[in-house]
């Protein structure tokens, strides 16, 4: 009997093993599959520990009212943002982000005062929008 062992590299080997111990190999690798199914199938998430996407928006202790008055602020920010042009929302969401402007000017490979004045000119839209 002809057993293959697939590595992590992807590299495949075959081994030639007698029928007796091919059985016991393959009956073991049916048994791990079975378990690791039943394991899969079977085990319990506590829903309060996990992470949700929207957990900016919404917190347990928060009363919907306040909940939907934060979904809203996110909507009208969005909807603020879409009115500056694609380099400048990059750039002044980089910044509202914590990056300086020399580090926002390294990584889009531009220069210094080009990156500040476009985000100077953002935040004057902005004003302008409120």
């Known amino acids: 009997m002809i057993i293959k062992y ?4 992807g590299e495949v080997t075959e081994v030639e093993v007698s029928d007796e111990i091919g059985t016991v190999i393959l009956d073991s690798r049916r048994e791990e599959h079975a378990n690791n199914e039943r394991h899969r199938y079977h085990t ?8 949700y996407e929207d957990k900016d928006y919404f917190s347990v202790d928060d009363n919907p009212e306040e909940a939907l008055m934060r979904k809203e602020a996110a909507k009208e920010r969005k909807a603020m943002l879409s009115r500056l ?17 020399a580090e926002i000017a ?12 476009s985000i ?6 902005l004003k302008k929008l409120l």
């Open 6 to 9: 697939k590595f992590a590299t």
């Open 44 to 51: 319990a998430f506590s829903l309060d520990d996990m992470t």
């Open 85 to 101: 042009t694609p380099v400048q929302r990059r750039r002044f969401e980089k910044f509202e982000d914590g990056m300086s402007i």
């Open 106 to 117: 390294r990584s889009e490979k531009a220069a210094f005062n080009s990156v500040k004045e």
């Open 120 to 125: 100077e000119s953002a935040q004057k839209k």
